[in-house]
């Protein structure tokens, strides 16, 4: 049997990975547009800083590696066609000669694709987008040549905001354009703005409710126009407003898609069409919490869900449990991170949401190095049920996998309440003896009550 | 209504605080020994080791906060006899005259006292145990003006470890004495062993399988003698080989006791005598893998256990959800933990164990300041049911943290397997895309298949 993989970034590998893991013997072919298989996209923004080194170190692995496992990897090859019919995917090696690769069964993982808003001057040579290694490697070069000394980042999501520390690392001043109200909009309004606060004390400038109409390339940089009425001059414009899901190619193969385009896959990772499975930033998400299926690109899905269809190629039955949109990022000293539903999207979903938040220390005070934590909780008011938590601090605070206790309690459908009954660990060093995450529990209840 | 509550540590704290949260009338009175009112016995090491400068900053509230709430203290104060039948308490308040104090409803929290071993010698000035604040206080005063060079901890447990760690910033010489194969017996020998390393490594000597038969008052300071047959002149022993708890008062009232003397309790901290319930460290505890009652005294359940006894004392009715054993430590540069069952714990409770281990990054190693951590699980054979997980490593590595991720996957009652399905935070400076713990899921299905 030959399992063919289209994309070689998180889903594609680990789809891979999981087959070779469950059977020695079939072939695995691993078709990629580039030349870098199984780089972490996530931590472009570290390369860029000069936090690392070698850009080499970004692989999870080496094509060696992979090799060893016995999966063929054919690099700078793009498939041009699936052909569902006949069970076969047309290849080009950049040199426009088609040759065509039979399989049994299909693993598509094309992955996303940046978001490249249609703005005047977007073209412009000082215009950067950031997703693959090569706009990396393009960016970089710059960066050491030209110089620049202003950039302006469109867009504070979790790139924007890792982008604006790399860049003021490299003392480069930075101000960073959001549409929303706070710089990181997918947390709460009250903790985005604490990020904020943070951000412009390490003197990025931020500017929020900013929409940018047009990049007018001036010779030597660009100004960037907007509404309310401003300009900005700069040497740098980095546009991070998102991805797209890259699926024209099976569009045309008649794979079906739904939400923005992304392929529509059932909870076995499997597309409408024969022996091919789908998986990563291309395909719908199943939201666990939702209970539908929605688009959320994210690594950590990307890994779960290419194992899942590695595993279903070869014959397995597993199912994806669904994500709860858990997600983090480390912004110069402080991370900040969700899991579950905020607010409004609770609402959205018809639940009855009541919010409440406490601001502690990560652990016993009179231990040396505490340091704050703000942990906001959402629960359904009728039900109890916890729906959502966000957490921001200190990057040293355990913030990251105190999400992880939330995302836990979340994947089964705990009540808040009952978040007190966990037995979680204490030592006065690392925390207290009841975790922030269950004093926030505790303030919700009071809420409630009150 | 009035509410007396024997004990004014973790557990009886908890009760009066949740009592008064619900009830706003009714009238609490809090007896305790001694004039320190809900201080942090786990920080003791932290006091002694310098790390804190004043111990006044060991309480979690000061007698103020708690006496602001409507909660009479009464310290300094002796509980010498429960009289159920009648429902008061006689007080002596250190003048020998006994007072009556009338109750409706009593929690006894009495909490636990340290073993003292029936050594020859162990009466010695130069010997000390380790439990209250006076003890800390007499601890202190010999290491600041005896100034001694060396001491001798008998016992590695928490206590023990975390001890050689603080006598060791105050350059004193330690030498760690422990009966069992490796220091902190209740982590498995291979992770004992690694903290061991860790221990010696800052200077710490360590005898393990050594058993102190006598401590010899040599005038100036005290040899310390063992089987295998040993001998080691220095000038302070602490002695740390557990706690057993102090039931004395209420099995002279008629209350049951089970394990070790522990008082007997149902889900709903009651006793067997009407209007008595009792929590924390003097009772036996439910443990919710065992489905079984043992004696487990740990501070987060003294939280629990008097936060429930203090509910249904006024009125509520909510259930202990059982402890997991979860416990960590710092011990220099590292954390570690456990939660749920070791190996034998778990064959002694009828299961198959099964377990398994990675040590890999705490973040992916590209980004500055990656640390190995080492992740156990042990998982039940025939039905893959996670039994219970360890992690060592830095202190920084969220050790803590992610523990609890396996606590929270432990309450309910999740396979090892599914591990895999939960949706954990990732960024590159924080963890990797599969965190550690579900590496060690993914190894132990490769131990368990192979």
Not at 123 to 137: A, G, I, K, T, Y
Not at 320 to 327: A, I, K, N, P, V
Not at 372 to 380: C, E, F, K, N, S
Request: aromatic share 6%; with cysteine.
């Amino acid at each position: 049997m030959h399992l063919v993989i289209v994309g070689g970034s998180d889903a594609g590998i680990s789809a891979a990975l999981r087959a070779r893991e469950l059977d020695r013997d079939i072939e695995i072919t691993l078709l990629l547009g580039d030349a870098y298989p199984n780089f972490s996209i996530c931590g472009l923004p570290f390369y860029l800083s000069g936090e690392i080194e070698r850009w080499e170190a970004l692989a999870h692995r080496t094509q060696n590696d992979i090799e060893s496992l016995g999966i063929h990897l054919r690099l700078n090859t793009w498939v041009t066609a699936i052909h569902a019919a006949e069970h076969a995917v047309s290849l080009d090696r950049g040199d426009h000669q088609e040759s065509r690769l039979p399989y049994d069964r299909l693993v598509v993982a094309t992955g996303a694709r940046p978001i490249r808003p249609s703005l005047p001057g977007i073209e412009s040579p000082w215009v950067f987008l950031l997703h693959s290694m090569d706009d990396s490697f393009r960016l970089e070069t710059f960066l050491t040549t030209a110089k620049p000394q202003s950039a302006v980042i469109i867009g504070a999501g979790y790139i924007g905001v890792e982008m604006a520390d790399a860049l003021t690392r490299r003392q480069i001043e930075v101000t960073l354009v959001e549409q929303a109200p706070t710089v990181l909009p997918t947390v709460d309004e009250a903790l985005g703005r604490m990020l904020q606060d943070h951000m412009q004390s390490r003197g990025v400038r931020v500017m929020t409710k900013a929409r940018v109409t047009a990049l007018e390339d001036t010779g030597g940089g660009i100004s960037v126009h907007g509404e309310p009425d401003w300009r900005l001059d700069t040497d740098l414009v980095l546009v991070v407003v998102g991805v797209q899901p890259d699926t024209a190619l099976a569009q045309a193969a008649g794979v079906a898609v739904g939400i923005r385009g992304a392929i529509r896959v059932d909870r076995y990772m499997k597309t409408n069409l024969p022996d091919i499975w789908a998986a990563g930033d291309c395909v719908e998400t199943y939201h666990r919490l939702l209970g539908d299926y929605t688009y959320l690109p994210l690594g950590t899905t990307a890994h779960k869900q290419g194992r899942i269809a590695g595993e279903n190629a070869v014959g397995g039955r597993r199912a994806f449990e669904g994500s709860l949109g858990t997600q983090v990022v480390k912004v110069f000293d402080w991370a900040i991170g969700r899991t579950g539903l905020k607010e409004h999207e609770a609402r959205q979903a018809g639940f009855h949401p009541l919010s409440a938040s406490v601001t502690d220390w990560d652990h016993k005070v009179y231990y040396p190095g505490a340091t704050p934590i703000t942990v906001a909780l959402v629960g359904d008011l009728p039900s109890g049920r916890l729906l959502g938590g966000q957490i921001v601090g200190h990057w040293q605070g355990q913030i990251a996998k105190r999400l992880d206790i939330l995302s836990t309690a979340l994947y089964h459908q705990m009540t808040v309440d009952s978040l007190n009954d966990l037995d979680l660990s204490y030592t006065p060093p690392l925390s207290s003896p009841w975790d922030p995450v269950q004093q926030a529990a505790q303030k919700w209840l009071r809420v409630r009550s009150s």
